[in-house]
T-cell receptor, first 113, second 113 residues
């Protein structure tokens, strides 16, 4: 079955710098890759997603890249701000099937003032 | 359009009691997923339901745990004869179709004393 690995488990960056979180997946049939942000005491919130027919997607300060050949995808946050501090989860699934979202273990992002 | 609503937000039960967790999906969403999360850990899939059907319960313990999503009303996750190890945050997510675009509720934090 699918397996998703996420690195690093903790990432500390200076405010204003960029942060990059990486995930790899094992099932080449996976074609949908969302990223979720979870703040303390709250549920995960979908922040950006990408489908396998594109290689990159941007939304203001966040972007996601996908390399289907290497089976990895990454989250990029530029000009980090204190409110970006949270746990970020990547996931992978196959759209239009009963296949489940398979989750990475999470990355705790700490923005240092 | 209200988001995914979970109640209660916090639930305290004594060992041996029953816990009932409720989840009302977003309007128009017919797919519901339940996840469990321990502190500082990722999301663990428990069960995936569509209206009146359990699609995948591979992540749910076979004893003491049950889930339903009736034709009318919220989805219910029921834990019978709770034990201390059941203490966790339980999150519900819903999607309009099984494409993995899941939206999460705020969770129910269960504490077993």
């Amino acid at each position: 079955g699918e397996n998703v690995e996420q690195h690093p488990s903790t990432l500390s960056v200076q405010e204003g710098d960029s942060a990059v979180i990486k995930c790899t997946y094992s099932d080449s049939a996976s074609n949908y890759f969302p990223w979720y942000k979870q703040e303390l005491g709250k549920g995960p919130q979908l922040i950006i997603d990408i489908r396998s027919n594109v290689g990159e997607k941007k939304d203001q300060r966040i972007a996601v890249t996908l390399n289907k050949t290497a089976k990895h995808f990454s989250l990029h946050i530029t000009e980090t701000q204190p409110e970006d501090s949270a746990v970020y989860f990547c996931a992978a699934s196959i759209m239009d099937s009963n296949y489940q979202l398979i989750w990475g273990a999470g990355t705790k992002l700490i923005i240092k003032p | 359009n209200a988001g995914v609503m979970q109640n209660p937000r916090h639930l305290v039960r004594r060992r041996g009691q029953e816990a009932r967790l409720r989840c009302s999906p977003m309007k128009g969403h017919s797919h519901v997923y339940w996840y469990r999360q321990l502190p500082e850990e990722g999301l663990k899939f428990m069960v995936y339901l569509q209206k009146e059907n359990i699609i995948d319960e591979s992540g749910m313990p076979k004893e003491r745990f049950s889930a339903e999503f009736p034709k009318e009303g919220p989805s219910i996750l029921r834990i019978q004869q709770v034990v201390r190890g059941d203490s966790a945050a339980y999150f519900c997510a819903s999607s309009p179709h099984n494409t993995g675009e899941a939206f999460f509720g705020q969770g129910t934090r269960l504490t077993v004393v």
